[in-house]
């Protein structure tokens, strides 16, 4: 009887119960259509992503105020 592999995709899941082939938002199908295994570009693409988030975290609009109060400054 032959051994049937199963993908690495499958086997996320059935190990860790994550499902990369599904959605999180739509529930719909996801196609994979790249896998990067290089260590030198996984470390390059999480640096940018770390950079990025910084940057992100500076430009961000401040919190807003609540309205002035009515009468302070009636004459």
């Known amino acids: ?12 899941k059935r190990v860790f119960n994550i499902d990369i082939e599904t959605c999180e938002k739509c ?7 790249a896998c990067v295994e290089d260590p030198v570009v996984i470390r390059q693409i999480l640096d940018h992503l770390k950079t ?17 109060q009515l009468g302070l400054f009636d004459a």
């Open 1 to 12: 009887m032959p051994s049937m592999a199963i993908t690495w995709a499958q086997r996320l």
């Open 27 to 33: 529930q719909g199908p996801v196609k994979v259509i």
């Open 52 to 68: 990025k988030e910084e940057s992100d975290k500076q430009t961000r609009i401040p919190p807003g105020r609540a309205p002035p």
